[in-house]
C-alpha cells in the first residue's frame, strides 16, 4: 500500500469515527460536568482537617 493510499485510508477511518461520535445519542460527561465534579473534590479535601 502506497502511503498516499494509507493517509487516503486512515483520513477516511478518522472522519467516520469522528462523525460517529458526533452523532452518537449516548454523550459521556461534559466538561463541565467533570469540573464542578473536580471542584467539588477539592474542596471536600479541603474541609476534612487542616494541616498543622
Known sequence: ??????ANAY??????TV????EDA?????QVQVMQAAQALI??????EPKS
Open 11 to 16: 483520513d477516511a477511518w478518522f472522519r467516520m
Open 43 to 48: 474542596d471536600a479535601k479541603r474541609q476534612v
Open 19 to 22: 462523525k460517529a461520535a458526533l
Open 1 to 6: 500500500m502506497s502511503v498516499a493510499a494509507e
Open 26 to 30: 449516548h454523550a459521556g460527561t461534559s
